[in-house]
């Protein structure tokens, strides 16, 4: 953490419901340094506030990862690593997401040369802001269990799932996508995450199969004592009969889930209309897949 000067002060905005609409009251906690970070912080909150009202998605800015250069973990073209962090509050304040992003593969040179001029190949194409809408979005009603939690977007560069390790001197291609796992995870640990009371590792697509692989490594971060868990949104590319085979011997653990819908939608964690709708997938009497995979 950086130096802290000045007095601390710890401001906190309670806001109710306007009209004659009743909700739960929103509060806000924010460690400030000095007098710039009082007026732009409150600032900050009071257009995340009418945001809100309006309606408007979150958008989420890009942070770039300076350190993964040392450790070799940059992306296809050799350019930094990133993520979007939307801080934590109230009650979610040390519980973390960590949300893979997918996007396919590139499994030739011919087709990771061509996808290091993207933003699935280097971060001088990625979008310097996201929207976070589905398992990232802030908004109570629309993701009930995680809307005040650390939410984090892990983007994904390297081609092959966060886990490519070599180098093609050739074709200046860098596979890399362990280290830019590794990377990220270090920034965010340093960041509060090793404060964490509770953490799941998710990803949809790509970085759903991401979320598998990585899986054990997540756990590993954290004391047994705190709850880790993963969830897994489209990561497996089979089809029917191949696919039930595969998770039959992993279904029968008490610890694994497995609900398949692959006939509603490819991916849903980040699909505002499908995430938390009346009419998403159920697994009993649960609404959403989450609130059965944090039970």
């Known amino acids: ?55 408007l998605d979150l958008m989420v800015g890009l942070t770039l990862i300076p350190s993964a250069v040392p450790k070799g973990a940059v992306c296809l073209d050799g350019s930094l690593p990133g993520y979007h962090l939307h801080p934590g509050f109230g009650s979610g304040n040390n519980s973390w997401l960590i949300q893979l992003e997918g996007g396919g593969w590139c499994n030739t040179i011919q087709n990771c040369v061509s996808r290091k001029n993207t933003r699935l190949g280097s971060s001088k194409y990625m979008e310097k802001a996201l929207p976070f809408v589905g398992i990232l979005s802030d908004k109570p009603d629309e993701n009930p269990d995680l809307y005040n939690w650390n939410r984090v977007k892990l983007r994904y560069c390297d081609g092959a799932s ?16 362990k280290r830019i796992w590794l990377a990220g995870m270090e920034d965010l640990m340093a960041k509060g995450m090793h404060n964490a009371d509770q953490a799941l590792l998710s990803g949809q697509s790509a970085g759903a199969l991401a ?66 709708a009346y009419d ?5 009497d649960k609404l959403q897949l989450l609130s059965a995979v944090l039970l």
């Not at 609409?21 to 909150?45: C, F, N, Q």
């Not at 880790?228 to 089809?239: E, I, P, Q, R, T």
């Open 1 to 55: 953490m950086n130096e802290v000067r000045g007095a601390l002060v710890f401001l906190v905005v309670v806001v109710g419901s306007s009209g004659g609409a009743k909700s739960s009251p929103v509060r806000l906690g924010v460690v400030l340094r000095d007098e710039y970070d009082l007026l732009s912080t409150a600032t900050a909150i009071t257009r995340n506030l009418s945001r809100r009202s309006s309606g």
């Open 162 to 177: 966060f886990s490519g390790e070599g180098h093609n001197e050739t074709s200046q291609l860098y596979f890399r996508g």
């Open 211 to 276: 979320s598998m692989l990585r899986c054990d490594e997540f756990r590993q971060l954290f004391p047994a004592t705190i709850r880790v868990k993963c969830l897994s949104d489209a990561g497996l590319f089979l089809d029917a009969s191949q696919m039930l085979d595969a998770v039959d011997g992993f279904s029968k653990s008490k610890k694994n889930g497995v609900f398949i819908n692959s006939c509603f939608a490819h991916v849903q964690t980040e699909r505002k209309g499908m995430w938390f």
């Open 280 to 284: 998403s997938p159920m697994i009993g």
